[in-house]
């Protein structure tokens, strides 16, 4: 990799990070797991002047169990994501998005906050992110804020981050019990999706009592299917009532659209189990 | 000495030389450093066609650790023109190919203007603080639009048509004339196949390095020719061939995409002369995809003449073959290597080839694994099951009927070449057989009453090929520029070890395992005692070095003759050392032995013996080496059965293979590992081009496709486990009996796949899908839609990002 110079900076707390950040300005960057900034940096697509290494932030690290809801650190990597038994237990669509992410090495690298932070439409994190009703945890100059997924996510590789902020954590509300898939299509195994669901649903007595489904790379960011969601529930757990939900996906008559039908059929199909 | 026990041909040895290559333990060209040593980046065109009307380098020249900033204005008095060895006709049009553009950029991605710098980062830093301003003309980008010659690529020389060269049986005088075949035909059918233009991506880029020192030059090259780039940098720097060394190291690959004399390489060699110092140059991967030569880029019109029993009688293939900007080493040719190969195994009555080629905007082509022949099989086996759709016909039946049956060989084609050997009955039984034909069709009739949203097609491709490259006076006739013979040398060191040297310059095939193995057994010394030397050309100063499957059927001839040169001296030696008549010495398991009696000497006495001289028969010279040449008198034919079952999820487009069955016959198997590992590695390559890999350009001929975020190659997670088996059927026109299996993977999957796809579908209406066949491009014509072209879906990713030229 031949990357323009910059400069390499390793804070080891918080603080230090944010006040970092702030002193290198505006075209200094984080970097976490390196694995969409480095590419980025190696075509020369961008050339920031510093780079933040938050990997010594071991505070931004593991899974807590915070009561109704789970706080997952921002540098907790995707292989860590796989095999922590309280996103198993209460947010088990998570799992089972990171498990279709990239190839092992990169898993091993990157991270969840990273992929949330990068916001590539074709990240396969962003839909369950804003599904779920995730909130990020940010610190700035001026202390902390929270922003719901759905303000978090702006544009194509755009979030509510300015550039002076870090993600810290991010809340998950516990699912538990809920049923979950994620159905991607993807061309080769270590493509980005083409289109992929994320259902999480939750039946009782054969009823579908709730149901979230967000959509990956159907547009400029995540997309939740709400029209699907309201439609499932108070129906029986069938296939009758999934595929006719599933037509809400998309209306238009273009691959993508049918993409997002047919998979959304398909990841309520399983999730229902 | 100690005897090899079991033959070593046939084993099935794990690779001498992957420990270094997969510890890291070897040097890659990018991996050494000389004293002194400069580094170069490469200013390439963001635009496919352009007059240059001014470069500024003041600013890039001022920037840190800059030596030099040179422009194509600098070099246009020496660079001269890059090579082109295959002028294809007497009247071909070649424009001159500059390494670095002076007036005029052709392509996106052309090299434009040179740093040189103390660093690799210090050079692409200066890179963007060049200048450069060009005049936009009007981009060439599709081949039947530049035969309009509405807009020139090359405006001096009047038209974008390359040159066209035709074959014709009947004018050849080895068939009939096509068009009475066709007029008289009960049954003619007619289609456009479109071979996309496909990327070699070699896994280590290429990198190059000079050093100059007295008045030597030595030039090392991730190349897969170091003997044909010697020559060529001589003939255009004018430097004196003696003065010039070039080594390939361990190379990473190559594929037909490092059998040439790059830009890159000339340019280090004249800077490397300008400064006296040495100069580095490795490419990043985008610039491998953006500068180095593409593949395939052909459309292909074809007609086919049959009777109504299933008898075909006709062939006309009419090419358009895309050169791209510039004729490179052998790009006109790689269209013609295809031509005697569309009649495939089949007996057509007449026959009729016209490939034009065509100047665009783009990168030039040229070699890339099978080289014209993959097009020929693809045309040909996708035209057999279009008969058989057309009659109704089992389409196995159908080929069965067509080919050249196991007791007709020799047999000589309608192209005019002579098929030595071959038992397509043999290799088609044990692919029947190990695939469950029978079984998958019914399978596929249950899943087509069903209507089942996943539907079964089983594509088949009984293919043969031309390896073993080549007779040297058939190159002559095709007015190649070289001959195709090749040449080994066997030196015998007095400790009784052995050195190989060979003029085939193996870059990840395992030439050391297999020719070490040849020559363990035919002297009769261990495998761990052969070095085998290769791709320097001080140390094996001739050969021509490796492409086209020739390797093994011609270069392991030259060794077999040069060992048999060594045990034929050795026996004159040996009778004279045992006081015997010559007549009476026997040689088996390393040692001669007069016959009926037990007087014995090693052969590694008998090497000693020669390396002394103290006492050698009247006229002998001392030592114990032999040098050979083979020059083959015809090609090899490896053939096979390749069968394939898909599964087509008609929802989503999505396609899975689901059992693939490869009977190959690649004639004598030297080690039955390496050859598996040179299928299932063509496999992967066939099938990505049958459904993953595509270069795609925009309308302004910018590369879409410079990332392996966009251009799709496979992995084995992508792929099925492959079901291999072989037929042997020696070829006779060496004495190893081998045909080569370089390409064979490559040549016969492509269509097995896409047939097998269609044959999923077509119940549905769908009767053509282009390549690759992309998940939305199978939906598509599913839904009675045109062809939405490649690029409609972005991979995301990096794909999201425009990956412009690699450089902002
Ligand atoms: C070959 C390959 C295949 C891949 N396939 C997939 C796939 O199938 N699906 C998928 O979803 N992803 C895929 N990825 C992307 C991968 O998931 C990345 O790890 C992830 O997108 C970014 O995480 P990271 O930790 O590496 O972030 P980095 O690359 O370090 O950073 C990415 C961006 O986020 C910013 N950032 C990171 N962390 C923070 C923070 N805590 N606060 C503020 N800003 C921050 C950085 O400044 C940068 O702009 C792939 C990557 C590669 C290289």
Not at chain 1, 92 to 114: S, W, Y
Not at chain 2, 405 to 425: C, I, M, Q, R, W
Request: net charge negative; charged share 20%; aromatic share 6%.
């Amino acid at each position: 990799m031949i990357p323009a110079e910059f400069k390499y900076l390793f804070p080891s707390t918080v603080d230090e990070a944010v006040r970092m950040l702030a002193e290198e300005g505006e075209d200094a960057k984080v970097i976490a797991g390196g694995q969409s900034l480095v590419p980025v940096l190696r075509m020369r697509l961008a050339a920031p002047t510093a780079l933040i290494d938050i990997g010594g932030l071991t505070e931004l690290t593991g899974v807590r169990d915070d009561g109704d809801s789970l706080l997952i650190g921002a540098m907790t990597t995707h292989y860590e994501v796989q095999r922590d038994h309280l996103i198993h237990d209460h947010a088990l669509l998570l799992k089972l998005v990171t498990d279709t992410v990239a190839d092992p090495q990169i898993r091993h690298r990157g991270t969840f906050g990273g992929s949330l932070c990068h916001a590539d439409p074709a990240g396969d994190l962003l839909a369950p992110a804003l599904a779920l009703d995730a909130v990020m945890i940010i610190a700035g100059p001026s202390g902390r804020r929270e922003v719901s997924a759905s303000e978090f996510f702006v544009d194509y590789f755009t979030t509510a981050l300015a550039p002076d902020e870090i993600l810290l954590d991010v809340r998950v509300p516990k699912y538990t019990g809920w049923g979950a898939h994620y159905e991607k299509l993807n061309r080769v195994a270590q493509a980005w999706s083409i289109v992929a669901v994320a259902a999480a649903v939750r039946v009782s007595d054969g009823v579908i009592a709730a149901a979230r489904v967000g959509l990956t790379n159907v547009g400029s960011g995540p997309v939740r299917a709400v029209e699907v969601e309201s439609a499932l529930v108070g129906l029986p757990a069938t296939a009758e009532s999934i595929s006719a939900a599933a037509g809400r996906a998309s209306t238009g008559d273009g691959y993508k659209d049918n993409l997002a039908r047919v998979l959304t059929g398909r990841a309520l199909t399983a999730a229902v189990g | 000495m100690t005897a090899t026990a079991e033959p070593e041909v046939g084993k099935a040895r794990l690779r001498k030389e992957d420990a270094r290559l997969i510890t890291g333990e070897t040097r890659w060209t990018d991996n050494l450093q000389l004293t002194g040593m400069l580094h170069m980046a490469v200013l390439r065109s963001p635009v496919a066609h352009a007059r240059i009307t001014g470069v500024d380098v003041s600013r890039a020249t001022a920037m840190p650790g800059v030596a030099v900033v040179l422009t194509g204005e600098d070099f246009a008095a020496e660079q001269g023109s890059l090579p082109c060895a295959w002028p294809i006709t007497e009247d071909m049009k070649s424009p001159p190919a500059p390494a670095l553009a002076v007036d005029q950029v052709n392509f996106a991605g052309e090299a434009v203007a040179l740093v040189i710098a103390d660093s690799a980062y210090h050079a692409a830093d200066a890179l963007e603080a060049i200048d450069v301003d060009y005049e936009d003309l009007p981009v060439v980008l599709d081949m039947e639009e530049a035969l309009r010659d509405n807009d020139l690529v090359h405006p001096d020389l009047g038209t974008n048509r390359c040159a066209t060269w035709i074959f014709d049986s009947a004018e050849a005088g080895a068939g009939t004339n096509v068009e009475d075949e066709i007029a008289a035909a009960e049954v003619v059918i007619e289609r456009t196949f479109r071979q996309q233009r496909l990327i070699p991506a070699f896994m280590e880029p290429r990198s190059v390095v000079v050093d100059s020192s007295a008045g030597m030059f030595t030039v090392w090259s991730a190349t897969q020719i170091p003997h044909i780039l010697r020559w060529m940098l001589s003939a255009v720097t004018g430097i004196s061939e003696s003065k010039l060394r070039v080594i390939a190291p361990d190379v990473g690959g190559g594929f037909g995409g490092k059998l040439q004399v790059t830009p890159e390489e000339l340019l280090c060699l004249l800077v490397a002369r300008r400064m006296g110092r040495p100069v580095k140059w490795t490419e990043t991967r985008t610039e491998s995809m953006l500068a180095a030569h593409h593949g395939r880029d052909q459309v292909q019109k074809i007609t086919l003449a049959a009777r109504r029993d299933g008898t075909v009688t006709g062939l006309k293939v009419e090419l358009l073959a895309d050169m791209g900007a510039y004729l490179r080493l052998v790009t006109p040719g790689v269209p013609i290597l295809g031509a005697f190969m569309f009649n495939s195994i089949y007996k057509f009555a007449g026959y009729r080839f016209e490939c034009t080629n065509v100047f665009t905007n783009k990168v030039p082509t040229d070699a890339y694994r099978g080289a014209g022949r993959p097009e020929a099989t693809f045309a040909i086996e996708r035209m057999m099951d279009e008969l058989a759709v057309e009659l109704g016909m089992e389409p196995m039946k159908i080929r069965e009927m067509n080919w050249i049956k196991h007791e007709e060989f020799p047999f000589t084609t309608v192209a005019g070449l002579t098929y030595d050997s071959g038992n397509y009955e043999a290799a088609t039984a044990r692919a029947m057989e190990l695939f469950g034909y029978d079984d998958l069709r019914e399978e596929q009739a249950r899943r087509r009453a069903d209507g089942s949203v996943v539907q079964l097609g089983i594509g088949i491709s009984t293919y043969t090929e031309m390896c073993g490259l080549a007779p040297s006076r058939v190159l002559g006739a095709l007015r190649y520029g070289a001959g195709g013979w090749e040449t080994a040398s066997i030196r015998m060191l007095p400790t009784g070890k052995v050195e190989v040297i060979t003029g085939t310059s193996p870059h990840g095939q395992g030439h050391e395992t297999v020719w070490s193995q040849i020559v363990a057994d035919r002297l009769g010394v261990p495998f761990e005692d052969i070095e085998v030397l290769h791709g320097d050309t001080a140390t094996s100063h001739k050969g021509m070095d490796s492409y086209g499957s020739r390797s093994l059927a011609v270069g392991g001839t030259a060794l077999v003759q040069a060992a048999d040169k060594v045990l034929a001296k050795a026996r004159t030696l040996a009778a004279h050392m045992m006081e015997c008549d010559e007549a009476d010495v026997e040689f088996a398991s390393g040692s001669f032995s007069v016959r009926g009696t037990s007087t014995v000497r090693a052969l590694g006495d008998v090497v000693l013996a020669a390396h002394v001289a103290h006492d050698l028969p009247e006229g002998m010279e001392p030592g114990m080496d032999a040098d050979a040449t083979f020059d083959p008198d015809n090609f090899s034919y490896p053939h096979g059965t390749h069968l394939c079952a898909t599964e087509v999820d008609t929802e989503t487009g999505m396609v899975k293979i689901v059992r693939y069955v490869a009977v190959d016959d690649v004639g004598t198997v030297v080690n039955p590992l390496i050859v598996d590992g040179q299928v299932h590695g063509g496999l992967a390559q066939g099938i990505a081009q049958a459904l993953y890999e595509e270069a795609t350009h925009d309308e302004m001929g910018t590369l879409t496709t410079a990332t392996f975020a966009d251009y799709l190659v496979p992995c084995a997670a992508d792929l099925p486990a492959f079901l291999t088996d072989r037929t042997t059927t020696p070829a006779t026109s060496n004495p190893l009996g081998a045909k080569g299996v370089g390409e064979a993977g490559t040549i016969a999957s492509t269509p097995a796949v896409v047939n097998s796809v269609l044959d999923a579908v077509r119940h549905l209406g769908v009767r053509d899908i282009e390549m690759p066949m992309s998940p939305e491009r199978v939906w598509t014509a599913l839904q009675g839609r045109p062809d939405p072209g490649a690029g409609d879906v972005a991979a995301g990713g990096l794909g999201s990002i425009d990956a412009q030229g690699g450089q902002s």
